[in-house]
């Protein structure tokens, strides 16, 4: 008995170690900054960002609005996200069949240095740089490999428990009218490798999930952003396609003979390349107005092409190649009372999955329509404690709550692919604080 249970581990050991070859395949997932936002400002006002762009998140949004700010700034935040996302299955009575809600919560971190208040030059050129810390911190880079027609949420979830690192400049080309900046977009990694396999009762792979390092990923972000008049600027933010390649060293033994005595061993050395996590490059233009001294308004429009894509090749099975989207964010700032703000946001995004009614994939996305609200405060001639003296310059504070609503997606599947149809539908919401210190 002791040599069949030996046989048996054995067998369903190397038939994990060897079905990790069949995981170079990627998968699509949205980061923090795709899916939330990173500033709680730019939160606020919807994302449409990229023309206003005048804090530490404008290396991420428009690094050529860094060098619109005029001081040093250091800024803390914290944000949070509970995805509640839920399939159902037909004839089931709307009994629900799958949920999504891997809560993801993250501190960041935001540095902005004036270059200007450090050496004599004529034109402003300041760095900004900010990053992101994922609460799972046993893992920086997270691999989903399901197989397709497995149902799931791949756009969304724990894999955006990573460290993301934005560093970038901006320069001022023409005094207070033309700026323009370049920043770096990272992906790093402070994780131990973790291997978890899921299988049938009869040792066959359905799923891997791998917690690993991997190397640092870097694509380029460029922007420009021009003042004709004081109450106007126009923006254009270029993000290049970026996608996770993280080599894996894999050194075992397997017992040829479990149990033998000497024992007889077979040495495995593999050497795999995943690659995962891909994020399409995109192109935004933006506009912001301000009409009166006390409203700001701001317009996005992102287009993701996402046809780029490349589809895994999950044991075979077909899957139909993305779409490219078109993404239109509107937002708004409003001076309620002196130092006091308030901000609202709107955007929608269509899914980029096509329709899967005649193939076996079962990606599960949604269109959806965000909402966001914040506040903003100034506080000044704040005193140092335990001193007479006061903080040169103003300290900010800023919050914001987000609503994503995924609207109701029914697919119908062909019967002969033996698949029931589904509805996917749910919310997401998110929120989050900040505290900005110039200096």
């Not at 449409?48 to 530490?56: H, L, R």
């Not at 040829?256 to 061993?265: D, F, K, Q, V, Y």
């Amino acid at each position: 008995m002791h040599m069949q249970r030996g046989y048996k581990s054995a067998a369903i050991g190397l038939f994990a170690l060897f079905g990790l070859l069949g995981i170079l395949s990627s998968q699509a997932s949205a980061n923090v900054q795709e899916v939330f936002g990173m500033s709680p400002r730019a939160i606020g006002m919807g994302n449409a960002y990229s023309a206003v762009a005048d804090d530490f998140s404008a290396a991420y949004y428009n690094p050529a609005g860094l060098a619109q700010i005029r001081h040093h700034q250091l800024f803390l935040g914290y944000l949070y996200g509970q995805p509640r996302l839920k399939q159902y299955l037909p004839g089931e009575n709307g009994r629900m069949s799958l949920l999504n809600d891997e809560e993801f919560d993250a501190p960041i971190i935001g540095l902005t240095v004036d270059l200007s208040k450090i050496i004599d030059i004529d034109r402003r050129i300041n760095f900004g740089v900010f990053s992101a810390i994922g609460d799972n911190l046993k893992a920086a880079w997270r691999i989903h490999d399901w197989a397709p027609e497995n149902p799931r949420f791949i756009r969304y979830g724990d894999n955006a428990n990573r460290i993301h690192t934005v560093v970038g400049t901006g320069i001022e080309v023409i005094k207070n009218k033309l700026f323009a900046g370049a920043s770096l977009n990272m992906w790093h990694d402070i994780g131990i490798p973790e291997l978890n396999v899921r299988t049938d009762l009869r040792g066959n792979i359905y799923a891997k999930e791998i917690d690993i390092d991997a190397n640092w990923e870097i694509a380029p972000i460029g922007g420009v952003l021009f003042v004709p008049m004081d109450w106007l600027k126009l923006s254009y933010t270029y993000r290049g396609e970026m996608q996770q390649k993280n080599p894996v060293r894999i050194n075992t033994t397997a017992d040829l003979i479990p149990g033998a005595s000497p024992g007889i061993e077979l040495p495995i050395n593999l050497r795999l390349m995943f690659i995962d996590y891909y994020l399409p490059q995109n192109h935004t233009w933006g506009i912001a107005i301000r009409p009166i001294d006390k409203l700001l308004v701001s317009f996005d429009l992102t287009w993701y092409k996402w046809s780029d894509f490349s589809i895994p090749s999950w044991h075979e099975t077909p899957v139909r190649k993305w779409k490219d989207t078109y993404v239109p964010r509107v937002g708004a700032e409003y001076e309620l009372y002196k130092n006091l703000f308030v901000r609202m946001g709107y955007w929608h995004e269509e899914s980029p999955v096509p329709d899967q009614g005649d193939i076996p994939s079962n990606y599960l996305d949604n269109d959806k329509n965000v909402l966001s609200w914040g506040v903003g405060y100034v506080l000044e001639d704040l005193h140092i404690p335990f001193t007479q003296a006061k903080l040169k310059y103003p300290l900010l504070l800023d919050a914001f709550v987000q609503y994503q609503m995924m609207e109701n997606r029914n697919q119908e599947k062909d019967p002969s692919l033996g698949q029931p149809s589904w509805r996917a539908d749910g919310y997401q919401i998110a929120g989050g604080v900040g505290l900005t210190l110039q200096f």
